[in-house]
């Protein structure tokens, strides 16, 4: 029969949306747990040197080697350094090198406690988990190039700000003179000038290069399968998005690119270093992993344009490196100021990006006029709900007239229970008399899918959501916090540290308000549904509210804020049809009990 058709269809689709997730808690997660534990344990080692790879058919990026492990205060005090203050960047740049290797996001925190660290973004070679960033020139049988162990004189300045440049030099004694101009502005962005002198007697042909390097990647980067992090561009004419796992896969090839107007780089969730050649330079890009002894380092390079640098000659280049948070105003900003495309790309909008972009805008426009995102979210709901209700008043009308004529289908059934075509035949007239369409119920719900996903992945990736607070909550991007185990932290608590059961106390079973209130409002939305024909059908229905209140607790709190109040609205829509209509409803059932009408009427 066509309604029973109808919830088949429902109940495929809320089973195979159940059996991915439930494989993604007990087959994915705990691999990338093992993945994450196999990660640490190579940290641990005492890595070895790496070869020098080069790109192919092309001058060669100097070598990557790996220094032995030693603290972050050792490794930057194994040069001297200039420092970097800016109103949200902290760190240094090394002489050695004229590395940008020492780099904290002093506008963010590690955690929701404002007495945190700043979050940290680069990091010196030797210290644990590395990052940092090169720029230089390569040359075929140039001598006394400047290499990572190069010591650079400071020339001008005391300390990188806005407004105030430092130069470094350095000069190789075979005719070459090297400046590095370095400039940063007030968020994120570092422009440098390098310039080359020839000296010497004969002409020389060097081509300007950059780097971006990640030795090792902590346990905790890299595995989501929400949020891309790794390898990073725009070349070629595409966004190019290559993770660690891929990267790192046995026989893997380096990723080459040939490109103008382009930008690479490394990527984390939220942070980002992508190196911003000059728009109009033609550059050949690399993406590699130079794996040895079982060390990853992770590296995006380019190398541009040779140039010939005739005797008592000089030549300039101008390249730029974004290091920072990707906020998406400031990436877009950058973008036009710079000439690069798609730099606001960097954040992973997903394959819904043509909803998830103007998503977040919306939800972005509404905060700057109120000045909360949780409030901003229970107005997009209401928004999302106001475009979908026609759609949605249709469904629920269905859903009222289907219940109405619910005792009426049960009579033809046992009236033609041995005649499955007649009963069918008349179930169909009936349909038609009362002007009920039983699949006007699938369609809002197919529509919101996209919507759902979207705005998950809004939460998911934007930075913006990164720590905001709403009603008590620290961070709409990260999971209630609280817990039925502990009441809600009245208790002392942590369920997390109790032998054997913590670990399923604090993931499955980690049932917090949000989700106990997503379970309330999604039994409500069941209930005023029609039953369905089968009983083995009605006790499905009834146990997915169970369900997906289990499935939704791990999920972010801006998200259940969302469904919940999502919830709400339908609940109160479906409240005034099935009263305009005078079906029997759970919520005049209850406030029949509360206010003792049903045992009066009984």
């Known amino acids: 029969m066509q309604d029973q058709s109808n919830r088949n269809t429902i109940i495929f689709l809320v089973c195979a949306a159940l059996m991915f997730l439930l494989y993604n808690q007990f087959v994915l997660e705990p691999a990338a747990k093992r993945r994450q534990a196999e990660v640490a344990a190579q940290a641990a080692s005492h890595p070895a040197p790496v070869a020098a790879v080069g790109p192919t058919g092309t001058l060669a990026v100097p070598g990557v080697r790996v220094a032995p492990a030693v603290t972050r205060a050792a490794a930057l005090a194994a040069s001297p350094r200039v420092p970097v203050t800016t109103p949200a960047l902290q760190g240094s740049i090394s ?10 996001l002093t506008q963010y925190r590690q955690t929701t406690n404002k007495a945190s660290p700043p979050v940290e973004l680069l990091r010196p070679e030797g210290a644990p988990f590395a990052w940092f960033v090169d720029y230089g020139w390569v040359g ?10 190069t010591l650079w004189t400071l020339a001008e300045g005391s300390t990188l700000a806005p407004g105030r440049p430092v130069t470094l030099t350095y000069a190789n004694g ?6 590095r101009k370095v400039e940063v502005d007030d968020h994120y962005l570092f422009t440098l000038t390098d310039t080359v002198a020839n000296t010497g007697a004969a002409a020389v042909t060097l081509a300007p290069y950059g780097s971006v390097q990640r030795q ?11 949020v891309h992090e790794g390898a990073t561009g725009y070349l070629d004419g595409r966004v190019r998005r290559f993770k660690y796992k891929d990267l790192s896969k046995k026989g893997a090839a380096p990723q080459a690119f040939n490109s103008t107007a382009a930008w690479t780089g490394i990527t984390d969730k939220y942070w980002l270093a992508a190196l911003i050649p000059d728009p109009a330079e033609p550059i050949h890009a690399i993406y590699r992993d130079a794996k040895d002894s079982g060390v990853d380092v992770y590296e995006a390079n380019y190398t541009g344009a040779g140039r010939m640098i005739a005797p008592g000659a000089q030549v300039s280049v101008t390249q730029h490196l974004f290091a920072g948070a990707k906020t998406v105003p400031l ?12 730099l606001d790309d960097a954040v992973d909008w997903g394959m819904f990006w043509f909803l998830t972009r103007p998503m977040f805008a919306f939800l972005d426009f509404i905060f700057r006029h109120v000045g909360s995102f949780g409030i901003a979210i229970l107005l997009l709901t209401i928004c999302v709900r106001v475009a979908f209700f026609p759609i949605a008043n249709k469904q629920y009308e269905s859903m009222t007239k289907m219940k109405k004529v619910q005792p009426l289908m049960e009579e033809v059934k046992k009236r033609f229970k041995d005649d499955p075509a007649k009963q069918q035949q008349e179930i169909m007239a009936l349909y038609q008399r009362e002007k009920v369409n039983p699949l006007a119920g699938c369609l809002p719900i197919l529509l919101q899918i996209p919507v759902f996903y979207s705005l998950y ?26 817990t039925i185990w502990n009441l809600f932290g009245l208790i002392p608590w942590n369920p997390a540290g109790l032998p054997l059961a913590g670990t399923i106390l604090d993931t499955t079973l980690h049932l917090g308000i949000l989700p106990l209130a997503y379970g309330v409002t999604m039994w409500l939305t069941t209930s005023m549904s029609p039953p369905a024909p089968d009983p083995a059908q009605q006790r499905i229905f009834q146990l997915m509210p169970l369900f997906f209140m289990f499935i939704m607790a791990p999920f972010a709190v801006g998200l259940l804020i969302y469904w919940t109040w999502s919830n709400v609205l339908t609940t109160l829509q479906q409240y005034v049809m099935m009263r305009r209509f005078g079906v029997d409803n759970p919520i005049d059932r209850i406030i029949a009990r509360l206010t003792g009408k049903a045992k009066a009427s009984g």
């Open 140 to 149: 075929q049988n140039v001598p006394g190039l400047p290499t990572p162990a």
């Open 216 to 226: 090792g990647v902590p346990h905790d980067v890299g595995q989501s399968g929400i």
């Open 457 to 482: 992945k809004v939460l998911t990736v934007t930075i913006e959501m990164r720590h905001a607070p709403f009603l008590g909550f620290d961070d709409l991007s990260a999971r209630d916090p609280t």
């Open 95 to 104: 002489l050695r090198g004229a590395r940008l290797d020492d780099l904290f």
């Open 174 to 179: 075979q005719g070459l003179t090297f400046t």
């Open 331 to 342: 990436l877009t900003a950058y973008q036009t100021k710079l000439g690069v495309a798609h």
